[in-house]
């Protein structure tokens, strides 16, 4: 296994794409993600169809399409904790949402049986081609102008840094670039609909 490098180097590595640096993150902060779910999920009526697995894949989903596009910058892990936890409540509140909303039965819904074997979270060809994939759709979706905010951000730029190359300010490219990624993610179903 190889050593934890600095949390500003291996966000920097995420951000990059770095697949060895994502399994690090996955390994270092998934516990954290899953806790969140696991107590948030004795609360809902939702035993038998979601556990903290689904919910953690979810989140991760979402942080990595969203930190490969240059969306969040982080100082500290705790930040990235915060985020990661406020992600997990969020998605469990919009799964909880779903199931009253289409008033679904939840003694109709079969479990899966759980056998014991769960993935690993070691970065697989498949994983990698998917995540590949996943970051070609979503720049297939940006539009020419959405597409160089990303670019920017993704190469280091700050938001100010950002804004002069485009000719706005710091501010309006920060919420286009977060307007553009929560269109795309909710498209490719990576985000809720509201």
């Known amino acids: 296994m190889s050593e934890v490098p600095r949390f500003d180097e291996l966000f920097r590595r995420v951000r990059s794409g770095d697949q060895e640096a994502a399994a690090i993150l996955v390994r270092e902060y998934e516990p954290a993600i899953r806790r969140v779910a696991r107590l948030r ?9 979601l556990d903290s697995t689904d919910i953690c894949q979810s989140v991760l989903a979402s942080f990595f399409l ?8 982080f100082e500290t892990p ?3 904790v915060n985020l990661l936890a406020t992600m997990a409540r969020s998605k469990l509140a919009a799964q909880v949402r779903r199931q009253q909303a289409q008033k679904r039965d939840r003694r109709r819904q079969h479990a ?13 060809p498949s994983r990698e081609l998917a995540a590949r994939d996943l970051l070609s759709q979503v720049r297939c979706r940006l539009t020419p102008e959405e597409l160089r905010l990303v670019d ?10 950002v804004a002069a190359q485009v000719g706005a300010g710091a501010e309006a490219v920060r919420k286009k670039h977060a307007r553009a990624l929560d269109r795309v993610s909710r498209e490719l179903g990576l985000d809720d609909p509201e």
Do not use: F, I, K
Not at 112 to 124: E, H, K, R, S
Not at 152 to 161: C, F
């Open 41 to 49: 999920l004795g609360n809902v009526p939702l035993q038998g169809m």
């Open 66 to 73: 969203r930190a490969a596009s240059g969306q969040y910058a």
């Open 78 to 80: 705790a930040q990235l």
């Open 112 to 124: 899966v049986a759980d056998d014991g074997q769960l993935a690993g979270n070691t970065p697989t």
């Open 152 to 161: 920017l951000r993704t190469a280091g730029h700050d938001w100010a840094e």
